[in-house]
């Protein structure tokens, strides 16, 4: 919260001025989504303003999806941990699956024109040609990013309802029931 007041305060508002929050749910770090969520709805609820969840793969592939073609579907890529990676296959129009997977049997399910992007493309570094890579050079959730797929849907009208915005996980996380005894 104090990061996020440090960057109102950069603008000249104050929490008081929001009007409109959009965040990150995932897949991403355990903690880091669920933070971010709790943050979100911290700042929203009170005031009754309208939120939205976007889907970390989606402000991975935003930047890209002008490349997009029936040959050349995107593959958002996102590090999911023990050297897999969780991906979102985008063709024209929608996203169509998602899905974890170690590189390598990623690469068996690539159509030969398939573009890579986001965060995890360095993982991909030495199985596909690296002119298919995008983005594997730099910060890859870039906050523009989130604020152009922010500002056009809630121009439509789009918002996520307080009790749907949860996490997306790549796989379910390791905390569970405990497993009974020998």
């Known amino acids: 919260m104090p990061a996020i007041v440090d960057c109102l305060s950069e603008l000249e508002l104050e929490p ?9 749910l995932g897949p991403g770090g355990f903690s880091s989504v669920r933070v971010g969520i709790s943050a979100a709805l911290g700042l929203v609820v009170s005031k ?10 989606e402000i991975e592939a935003h930047p890209y999806l002008a490349e997009v073609t029936e040959k050349a579907h995107l593959y958002s890529l996102i590090p999911a941990g023990r050297n897999e990676l969780s991906w979102s296959r985008n063709t024209p129009g929608h996203q ?36 298919r890579l995008r ?7 870039d906050p523009d990013v989130i ?12 918002t996520t309802p307080y009790e749907e915005l949860r996490p997306i996980y790549a796989r379910p996380p390791s905390i569970s029931k405990p497993k009974p005894p020998k």
């Not at 008081?16 to 990150?24: F, M, Q």
């Not at 009754?48 to 793969?57: A, D, E, N, W, Y």
């Not at 604020?147 to 789009?158: C, E, H, P, S």
């Open 16 to 24: 008081k001025d929001l009007t409109h929050v959009a965040v990150a």
């Open 48 to 57: 009754k303003l309208p939120v939205l969840g976007i889907s970390t793969h």
């Open 96 to 131: 169509v699956d998602i899905g974890v997977l170690a590189p390598e049997n990623l690469v068996s399910q690539l159509e030969p024109g398939g573009i890579l992007c986001g965060e995890a493309c360095d993982l991909m570094a030495g199985l596909v040609d690296s002119s």
């Open 147 to 158: 604020l152009d797929i922010a500002v056009n849907k809630f121009a439509l009208g789009l």
């Open 135 to 141: 983005g594997s050079d730099s910060f890859t959730r």
